[in-house]
């Protein structure tokens, strides 16, 4: 499967490093014509599109904001034309305690992952509706949106809430053929190295008991993001799919278990032979 982006108009947004960066360098790889590449952060932004081509445009904008998710938009529609696809990346994800928690700080992760989102998602719909693009929108997600964890409540809560916002835009955007799909990164190697003593320890610890037994990559999102973006995905809309290596799913468990799993017959008691 070849997958191409020749004529097509990109937005990006979170683009800075990580994910985001891997993105917008997937999408310079697949050929796309025009990509805008956003985020508050001007430094990681040109580190991003350094030697990456004309085509390739950074914005430094606030997707929480109207102005921003607009201006990000305008970019992409005054520089090539029109809007195709666009790649809501871009989320927060500072951790405290529920019972300590700063009311501000639960404000500014909702404003960037669930305000931002839709912003975005809404700015982007009304170009693409406009340009009579039949676009794709993708939307990001976390598996702590389904399992939460100890000091996530906000942004475990704001991804569950960018879940639920996705099917909506589905259903509403299906009549303008545009569709929206969500991603779900589980444990992704982002970080810079070396690693803070206390953040490498818990890696260490978390990593074994993933099935997969290891971190994803940046690209290994892309990958999947950019066949949502693509005309394969077209009968996929409102779906949210995990990239997380089945950590979703369960624990690894010891080979040795597994064995013994599929050796005993659980439903009438025996060995098998």
Same mark, same amino acid.
């Given at each position: *499967? $070849?997958?191409? =982006? +020749?004529?097509?108009?990109?937005?990006?947004?979170?683009?800075?490093?990580?994910?985001?960066?891997?993105?917008?360098?997937?999408?310079? #790889?697949?050929?796309?014509?025009?990509?805008?590449?956003? $985020?508050? $952060? +001007?430094?990681?932004?040109? +580190?991003?599109? #350094?030697?990456?081509?004309?085509?390739?445009?950074?914005?430094? #904008?606030?997707?929480?904001? @109207?102005?921003?998710?607009? &201006?990000?938009? /305008?970019?992409?529609?005054?520089? =090539?034309?029109?809007?195709? @696809?666009? !790649?809501?990346? %871009? %989320?927060? /994800?500072?951790?405290?305690?529920?019972?300590?928690?700063?009311?501000?700080?639960?404000?500014?992760?909702?404003? @960037?992952?669930?305000?931002?989102?839709?912003?975005?998602?809404?700015?982007?719909?009304?170009? *693409?509706?406009?340009?009579?693009?039949?676009?794709?929108?993708?939307? =990001?997600?976390?598996?702590?949106?389904?399992?939460?964890? &100890?000091?996530?409540? &906000?942004?475990?809560?704001?991804?569950?809430?960018? +879940?639920? =916002?996705?099917?909506?835009?589905?259903?509403?955007? /299906?009549?303008?053929?545009?569709?929206?799909?969500?991603?779900?990164?589980?444990?992704?190697?982002?970080?810079?190295?070396?690693?803070?003593?206390?953040? /490498?320890?818990?890696?260490?610890?978390?990593?074994?008991?993933?099935?997969?037994?290891?971190?994803?990559?940046?690209?290994?999102? #892309?990958?999947?993001?950019?066949?949502?973006?693509?005309?394969?995905?077209?009968? *996929?809309?409102?779906?949210?799919?995990? !990239?997380?290596?089945?950590?979703?799913?369960?624990?690894?468990?010891?080979?040795?278990?597994?064995?013994?799993?599929?050796?005993?017959?659980?439903?009438?008691?025996?060995?098998?032979?």
């Amino acid at each position: *499967m $070849d997958i191409r =982006f +020749e004529g097509k108009t990109v937005i990006v947004t979170g683009a800075a490093r990580g994910v985001g960066r891997a993105l917008v360098h997937a999408f310079v #790889a697949a050929g796309a014509s025009g990509i805008v590449a956003a $985020d508050r $952060d +001007e430094a990681g932004l040109h +580190e991003t599109c #350094a030697g990456q081509g004309d085509h390739v445009v950074p914005v430094a #904008a606030d997707i929480s904001t @109207v102005e921003g998710a607009k &201006a990000i938009v /305008a970019t992409a529609v005054e520089r =090539f034309g029109g809007l195709d @696809v666009c !790649v809501n990346n %871009a %989320a927060v /994800a500072p951790t405290a305690a529920l019972l300590e928690y700063d009311v501000k700080v639960w404000d500014t992760v909702y404003a @960037v992952n669930a305000r931002g989102t839709f912003l975005m998602t809404q700015a982007a719909a009304k170009a *693409m509706i406009k340009g009579d693009r039949k676009g794709r929108i993708v939307n =990001f997600s976390s598996g702590s949106a389904k399992k939460g964890g &100890a000091g996530a409540a &906000a942004y475990a809560s704001s991804r569950a809430a960018t +879940e639920s =916002f996705s099917r909506v835009a589905a259903i509403e955007l /299906a009549p303008y053929g545009i569709l929206v799909n969500t991603v779900s990164p589980g444990l992704i190697d982002t970080q810079p190295k070396p690693l803070p003593p206390s953040m /490498a320890a818990g890696l260490a610890a978390r990593v074994p008991t993933l099935p997969l037994a290891r971190a994803g990559e940046p690209e290994e999102v #892309a990958n999947v993001v950019l066949f949502l973006a693509s005309e394969y995905s077209g009968y *996929m809309t409102g779906s949210v799919v995990d !990239v997380d290596g089945a950590a979703g799913v369960g624990n690894r468990a010891p080979k040795e278990i597994v064995d013994d799993d599929i050796r005993y017959d659980w439903v009438t008691g025996k060995e098998r032979s």
